[in-house]
C-alpha cells in the first residue's frame, strides 16, 4: 500500500508556457501532500503544503503565483508552473502524507527552453 | 527552524561492508524516517521510527531512534551494489526535515 503517482513522469516545454503536473495517491487518502523541488546532487526543497479543501502554504521564497497548487480531492493535488522559464527546470516531487509518514511520487522532470 | 545533520556526505565502500549512516539535531523529532532515493525517482521509505530508543529492523537495514529524540542513524549490513543511492534522514517535530542526504557508492 501507499502508492503515489506522478503525470507527467518528464515534460519539455517552451518558456513563458504552463505546465501543470499531478499528484495522486492511488490506494490511500491524503488530506494532506507536499510539493518539492531537487536540484542535481541536493537534497529535497519543501515548496508548498497542500491542504484538501484550503489554500495551500507556501514555503518562504516560493512565489504562490507563479506556483499554482490545487488540492481538490483526498487524491489528487496538481502543481502548476505559470509562464515557465528555464530557472524553472528541475526535479519536482509530490508526496502524500499518511499519519506521519510521507510516500513520495516518482518524480516529474521538467525542462523549459 | 528544526535543522537535520546528516552524515556523511556521500561513502564508497566495498561490496559486502557495513554502512552506517547518521543524523542529528538540535531539536527533539517524534518521528524518523530512512528514505532511499534512486536517481531519476523519488523516494522511498525504508523505515520509520516512532518511539525513543526504538530499533527496527528492514531486511539488511537497521534503524535506531536516538534515546534523546535528538539523533537517529541508520546500518546496511553485507551491502550490495543495488544499495547505491542516496540515502535521506527526515525528522517529524513541528514538520518535516529532511537531512542533506548521504550518497552511496558500492564497488562490486
Known amino acids: 500500500g501507499a502508492v503515489v503517482s506522478q503525470h507527467p513522469s518528464w515534460v519539455i516545454c517552451k518558456s513563458g508556457t504552463s505546465v501543470k503536473i499531478e499528484c495522486r495517491s492511488l490506494?490511500?487518502?491524503?488530506?494532506?501532500m507536499f510539493w518539492y523541488r531537487q536540484f542535481p546532487k541536493q537534497s529535497l526543497m519543501l515548496m508548498a503544503t497542500s491542504n484538501e479543501g484550503s489554500k495551500a502554504t507556501y514555503e518562504q521564497g516560493v512565489e504562490k503565483d507563479k506556483f499554482l497548487i490545487n488540492h481538490a480531492s483526498l487524491t489528487l493535488s496538481t502543481l502548476t508552473v505559470t509562464s515557465a522559464h528555464p530557472e524553472d527546470s528541475s526535479f519536482y516531487i509530490c508526496?502524500?502524507?499518511?499519519?506521519?509518514?510521507?510516500?513520495f511520487g516518482p518524480g516529474t522532470r521538467l525542462t523549459v527552453t | 527552524g528544526q535543522q537535520l545533520n546528516q552524515s556523511p556526505q556521500s561513502m564508497f565502500i566495498q561490496e559486502g561492508e557495513d554502512v552506517s549512516m547518521n543524523c542529528t539535531s538540535s531539536?527533539?523529532?517524534?518521528?524518523w524516517l530512512w528514505y532511499k532515493q534512486d536517481p531519476g525517482e523519488g523516494p522511498v521509505l525504508l523505515i520509520a521510527?516512532?518511539?525513543?530508543?526504538e530499533l527496527t529492523s528492514n531486511g539488511r537495514l537497521t534503524a535506531q531512534f536516538g534515546i534523546t529524540r535528538k539523533d537517529s542513524f541508520l546500518n546496511i549490513s553485507a551491502s550490495i551494489p543495488s544499495d547505491v543511492g542516496i540515502y535521506f534522514c527526515a525528522g517529524h517535530g513541528d514538520d518535516m526535515r529532511f537531512g542533506a542526504g548521504t550518497r552511496l557508492t558500492v564497488k562490486p
Open positions: 521510527l516512532y518511539k525513543a530508543g
Open positions: 508526496s502524500a502524507a499518511r499519519g506521519y509518514e510521507q510516500y
Open positions: 490506494d490511500f487518502q491524503a488530506t494532506t
Open positions: 531539536s527533539i523529532f517524534n518521528t
